[in-house]
């Protein structure tokens, strides 16, 4: 709107000198532009005196015009600063907040995946994104960020990893992937960090640096197609069962047994898990890394277990107050 009033008083300059100076419109139009602007180019001719009143209230009225366009540009150069700024704040007192959260480096495909996959289940989590655009895509989404190089430990230090429960690196490539893992681990060794990579020589290497768990999507993707064509039933179960279909409400939680537990040194039968909760018990790890599918009633669950628990959030949340876990996944 204000743009149409420039170009308006600039035509109506124009056409006045056109009709009282007898200028072609090239000239009228320059005429009116230095006297908008206030260059002090030479005029284009002597003036008339009807000329020259014509351009003191040019002078006036235009500039009226020209000044008002200026400040509701500045306003609105400012309103984006600071709307910027309180974004910035907003979000950054978010992340100062977060304890038990996850961390994901890189606002990728994948890492865009994941994170909307947190966010709909309601789980804190905090993005660290070197690119300022996303970032400022993700402030006005409400997502906590922290902008900077995930391999910094500085950075990784601003998302709180001191009291982070895992971290997913999804960077651009393997080589950062791998310095991402190494900074994380020198600085959280217990930390779970799930890394990405491109192929199994990658994977090695971000085992090496101090991954957990190494995800390489186009093995996972063609053994879940091959999958998808053998057995189409159990994969489709077990996507509704990781909360991918809407007609579930079942959860795959890790709970680990503290040492305290009430739970431990007593077999599945007698912990009362079974009993008092709608939970199957898919496997137990122990604390030498073996994995024990399908668990009998027998099993013996000691400290330091990990049992791999799918049910509903419920009970998934029952069974860790059962068992003494300060929450389900850690």
Not at 53 to 69: D, P, S
Not at 95 to 121: D, Q, S, T, Y
Not at 200 to 220: D, F, M, N, Q, W
Not at 302 to 310: F, K, P, Q, Y
């Amino acid at each position: 709107m204000l743009f149409l009033a420039v170009v308006a008083v600039t035509l109506l300059g124009a056409t006045g000198y056109m009709v009282l100076e007898r200028w072609d419109f090239a000239d009228a139009l320059y005429m009116t532009v230095i006297t908008l602007s206030t260059v002090g180019y030479r005029e284009v001719g002597p003036l008339s005196p009807g000329g020259q009143w014509f351009t003191v209230a040019l002078i006036v009225g235009g500039w009226a015009v020209v000044a008002g366009v200026f400040a509701q540009v500045a306003q609105i150069i400012v309103q984006g600063e600071v709307r910027h700024l309180f974004e910035k704040r907003r979000v950054g007192r978010m992340v100062e907040r977060m304890n038990r959260h996850f961390i994901v480096c890189g606002f990728g495909r994948m890492g865009e995946r994941i994170a909307k996959e947190l966010h709909e289940r309601r789980i804190p989590f905090a993005v660290i994104e070197k690119d300022s655009d996303k970032c400022t895509v993700l402030r006005s989404m409400g997502i906590p960020v922290v902008e900077g190089d995930a391999s910094d430990e500085k950075v990784l230090r601003g998302a709180h990893i001191e009291s982070a429960r895992g971290l997913a690196t999804t960077v651009d490539t393997d080589a950062e992937n791998v310095y991402v893992v190494l900074t994380a681990r020198g600085i959280a060794k217990d930390l779970y960090i799930v890394a990405r990579a491109s192929d199994e020589k990658a994977s090695e290497k971000l085992r090496r640096a101090g991954a957990s768990r190494v995800i390489t999507p186009y093995t996972i993707g063609g053994r879940h197609m091959a999958q998808t064509l053998i057995q189409p039933a159990a994969v489709e179960f077990f996507e509704l069962a990781s909360g991918r279909g809407d007609n579930m409400d079942i959860d795959i939680e890790r709970i680990t047994i503290p040492p305290d537990s009430p739970c431990a040194g007593k077999a599945l039968s007698e912990s009362g898990i079974r009993g008092e909760t709608d939970i199957i018990i898919v496997a137990v790890q122990k604390k030498n890394a073996s994995m024990q599918f399908n668990p009998s009633s027998a099993t013996v669950i000691e400290s330091g277990d990990t049992l791999i628990a799918m049910g509903n959030p419920r009970s998934i949340e029952k069974i860790g107050r059962l068992v003494g876990a300060t929450e389900a996944g850690g």
